[in-house]
C-alpha cells in the first residue's frame, strides 16, 4: 500500500517534524516502510496557459501551431496533442522549465522551431500513460505555476501489504494518520463528513433480502443530478500517487474514500438497479465482472442483485451491467460489510483480488459504512454542488461486534516490558490511538474502539503491543533473566545422531546428504524400484513427488547413483525420517533413520564386510552390546537375497546390511560393489548403553590354543564359535580367528585364549574343557583337521 | 731381531690405507693387536732389551698400541660417516605434493550451523529438543492460536497427507509438546525440518531447516527477549550484532515482532544487499500469545513467555555464501564434500 504524506497531513498536522524520521519511526512502531517517493521535485516552471489561436502545421497533419495566453505575456509551441482546441487551460513548460525526465529547449519539431511545450498528466508525473493535455479548470490562474495550485509535490512511502494483514484499520489514510498522531504525539482531526441524518425523511433505497450469515452490513444511499464527470487535478494526482487511475469522478470518488478509509464502496448507476439483494445461488452460473471477464460464480458466492438478478460479486467486483457509464447521471453508493472468511474463498475462487476484496479479507469494521457514505456524499456535493441526495441513508446492520472491554494494571505492563512505562505515558498512547481509557491510579479500564475490535484486540496481551510499539523499542534496556539453573542432558536420539555422524564423517570418510522426505517416481522408476505402497502428498506440485519414502535407500540410492563418477569409493548418509505406514491410531509411523549406501570398486565381500564391520564399530563406540549380523530375507527389491542381514542389537534387530540385487545394481553402475545400510535411530535409542564397570586384569599369564578344523563350505565362524560361547568356560577370555584356507575343503584355524585371575593356567587345565566343546561341535560334523 | 718399531707402525698405516670395508679393519685389529699380533709380538723382543731400557720400551710399544687401535677406530667411524652419508644422499625424498589418497568425509552444512547454534543456547541452558516431522493440524495451528479460516493459514502452503496429517511448515509446531513435556519454567530450542508446497527456484525450497527457542518463566519479558537475541546473533555472527525490533503479525506471539540485525555488509549505512536499509530481516519473534501457553498447560497468571524462530537454511546461506538453495538437497558431493569440520 502506498501512503501519501500530504493526504496524512491533512488529518494530523506534521508541521516543523522531519519527514524521513516520521517514516522510519512508522516503521518502528507501526509496519515497514519498504520504499520512500519524493515525487513531483522535478516539475518546475510550469504555468496555467490558455490556447488562444491554433494553425496548421506547414509540414504536418497531427502537429499544431499553439499560441498561448500567459496572463502578462503570450508565448507559442508547436504540438502534437490530439484534444487541442481554442480556450482550452493547460499546463504549459515554458524554454527553461522542467517536467519528468526532461529541461524544455529549443527545438526543431518537423522544421518548425518551438521553445516550449504543453503538457499532458504522463508528462507531469501524474499518469502512466497519457492521450493528450491535462486539460486544467477554466478558472485557473494564467501564468500561476501549477505547482502552486495543485500538490504534485509528495513524499509518498510504500508498505507490504502482508504487514499489514492483521491491521484492517490500516487499509486507509485516515487509519495511518491515527498512528502518525501517536507517533508524533500530535492531535488527529475529525473526518469531514455529511450529516447522514439530514436525509432521513427522504425514501429507502429499496433493499430486499439481505443474507443474513455472511453480510454484516449492507447500507445503500442515492444521489441524483450529478453532472460533473472528472475529478479534480488534485483528487487524480492523489490516485496516482497511490497506485490507482482516474478514471471518472463516481469510479474516483468511491477509490478516494476507499485509499482514506479504508472501507470499499460500490457505485450502481442507480438506472440498472431496482430492489438490492445480497444473496447466494443454487446453481453455478457465468457472471461478467467490471473487467470486462466472464466469471463462472458456484453457488457458496455471495452476490449483490437487483430485482433477483447478479450485479456484483459481493466485496470483490462490480458487474459490467450496472457500472458507471458516461451519462450516468444518478448513482446508488453501496457501502456494506462482508464475511471476511467468505470474500477470501470468493475471490481465490473466481482468481479475482481486487483492491476490495484485500481489504474485505482484513475483517472490516461495519461502522466504516456509515462513515464511508458521509464521505463520498461531502466529497461529491463539495466537487459538483448541483448533485442531491435523494433517498435516505438505508442501512441493515445485521451483526454488530461485541463492545470488547479490557483491564489491567501497570503492574502486568511492566512485567511484560521490564522496563517502567509511566501511567501517564501508557494513558496517553491508548487515547491517541482511539482507545476508551479510565484509569483509576495504575489500574485501566480500555474500551476497545470498533475498528480495532473485529479480531485484532481481544486480551490485555493485545494492548501492551500498543503501548510498547509506539513507546518504541529501541529504548527498551536489553536484560538477562533471573532465572533457576537446572540441568540440561541431551536427548538421547541428539547424542546418538551426533556420536553416529561424527563417527562416519571422520572415521570413515562419508559425506552426509539432505534428500526429500517423498520419493521421486521417475528416479525410482529408473532404478527398477517400485514405488512403495505408502502415505501420499494430496496436493504437492510435482505429480512425480507424492509418496512418503519408507526407506532411506529410496532417496538415496539415486544420489549414489547421480554421484557415481564422483570417486572410484565413496559413501553418502544421511538421518532423515523414514514413514513405516500408519500406527493403530492411524497416525503416520514416523522412523529416525539413518541409511547408508556405499560405492566402491573394491571386491563387493570386502565392501560388505567393511560396512559390517564400521557399523558394529560405531555401536560399539556407542556402547551399545555387540553387535550381531544375522542373515534375513529381503524386505526391499534391492536388497540382495543372498547377503541381507538384520543388525540384531541386544536380541532386538535394529538395522538392515545388504549388498544390492543385481537388477537394481545393473541400473547404478554395472561395474562397481554397492552396500546399502538403513537403522532405526529410534530402536537404538531405546537400548540403554552399557556402563562401564572396571575389571582388573589378571596378573598371570594366559595360553593361547590354536585348533584347526577342516569344514563343510558354507560352515561360518560363527557355527564354529557358537558352543564354546553357548557353554564358556569361565577362563575363556577371547576366541579370535586365525586364519580361513579354502583350496581343497575348507579349513578354519581359531584361536582360544585363556587366563585365570588367580594363577598361572596349565594346557592340561583347560584340555577337558576343548574336548567337552569339541565333542558338541563334532555332532555338528564339524571336526579338527587331521595333519 | 725382526721387524723395528718404525717398521711396523709405517706397515701399519699402508696396511690401513688400503683397508676400506668393515671386516678388513677387523682384520686388522686382529693381525696388529690379537694375541698373536703383530704390535704385541713386539713385547715379546724384551728379552733382547736391555734391562734400563726395558721400562722405556714397554711404553713405546703400548703407545703404539693405542696409536694402531686410535686410528683404525677412526677409520671405522670415518668409514660409517661416509656410509651414513650415502645412504642418506641415496635415500627417495618423497613427493608431498602428491594427493592424498585417504577420503575425507563432509557434515551437510545445516548439520554445522544447527550443532553451532545449539551450542550457544546449550551453554545458555536450553534443552535441545527433536520434533515429529509429520503433524497434526492441532499442533501445526490450533494449538498456536491459528484457528480455521485465518489469514495465516493462507500465507503458509501446507503439504496435506492422506491420512489427514500434514508436514508441518514450521518448527512451533512442537510448541505445544515440549511445554506439556516439560512444563515451566522452560528453556528450550527445537530445530526440524520444515516444509511448504511452493515451487522451488534458487531462492525458495518447499524442504528447508527452521530451529525455534522459547523461554518460559515468571516474569519473562520484552527486554530479556531483546538480550536473548541480541547475545545469541552476537555468537552466531562473531561480532557485536545490533538488533532492533519492529512490530510484527504471528498469531501465535502478543506482541510479536520482526528482529532485524545491524547489515554486516555495509555496517548499518546502506548497500544493495540491504536495501539502503542499513538492517537484515532476520527472524520473527515475540512473546508467547496467552491461548499457546493455555494450550501447553501452562499458567499464565504465572508465567510468561518468549519465542522466536530462526531460518537455519537461511542462516547456513548466509553464513557460507551458499547463492542457490537447491543445492542443499542436490546430493551432488561436488558441492557438498567441502563442508569438513
Redesign the interface.
Known sequence: MKVSMNWISEYVDLSGLDVEDLIRRFTLSTAEVEEVYHLGTEINGVVVAEITKIEEHPNSKKLHLLELDLGDHTDRCVCGAPNVRVGMRVPFAPFGASVVGMTIGEAAIAGVVSRGMCCSAAELGIADSSSGLLELPSDAPLGKPVKELYAFEDVVFEVDNKSLTNRPDLWGHYGIAREFSAIAKRPLKPLDLQDLSAYDALPAVPLGTIDPELCYRYSAIRADGITKKVSPIDMQIRLYYCGMRAISLLADLTNYVMLELGQPTHAFDSRMVGTIGVQRFTEPFAFQTLDDTERKIDPETLMITSDGKPVAVAGVMGGLNSEIVSDTDSVTLECATFSAVSVRKTSSRIGLRTDASMRYEKTLDPALCALAAGRFLKLLLSIDPGAQVVSRYTDCYQYRYPEIELHFTKAFVDRYTGIDISDEQIEDTLTRLGFGVTRTGSAFDVKVPSWRATKDVTIPADVIEEITRIYGYDNFNIETTMSALRPILPLTVKADEAAMKDALVKRFGLHEVHTYLWCDAKKLNDLKIPLPDNLRLLNGMNPDATVLRTAMMQTLLPVLKENRFYAPAFGVFEIGRTVKGLREDGTANERRTLGVALLSHEKERTVFLAARDMIASILFDMRRKHASFVRVEPVNCWEHPANTAAIVLDGKPVGTISTVHPEVAAEIDKKASLVTLELDMDTLADIPADELRYREASRFPGIDIDLSFAVGKDVTFADVTGPFFADRDETLSGISLVDVYEAEGKSMTIRLSFVSPVKTLQKAEVQSYIDRILAVLAEKNIRLRTV | MGITMEELRKQFYEHLQQANAAETFEELRVRYLGKKGEVTGLLKNMGAIAPEQRKEYGAKVNALKEEVENSIKDRIAEAHARELERRIAATERYDLSLPST???????P??LVQ?EVEQIF?SM??????Y???V?DYHCFEALNIPK?H?AR??QD????????L?KTHTSAAQNAIMRKYGA?L?AIFPG?C?R???TDACHEN?FFQMEGI?I?E??????L???M?TMLSEVFQRDVKV??????FPFV?????LDISCAICGGKGCPSC?NSGWL?LCPCG?I??NVLKAGGIDTEKY?GFAFGLGLTRLAMMKYGIKDIRD??S????S??QF?K
Open positions: 585417504l577420503s575425507e568425509g563432509s557434515y551437510h545445516i548439520t550443532r546449550a541452558g536450553f534443552t535441545i529438543e527433536d515429529d516431522e509429520i497434526d479460516h489469514p493462507d500465507m501446507t503439504y496435506y497427507l492422506s491420512n489427514g496429517q508436514l519454567p528453556r525440518r516444509f508446497n511452493e515451487s524442504t523461554m518463566d516474569n519473562i519479558s520484552i527486554s530479556n531483546i538480550y536473548f541480541k532492533r525490533l519492529r512490530p510484527g503479525f502478543e506482541p510479536g515482532f520482526e536495501k530481516e512473546m500469545h496467552p510468561t542443499l538437497n546430493g551432488n558431493l561436488k557438498l564434500d569438513v
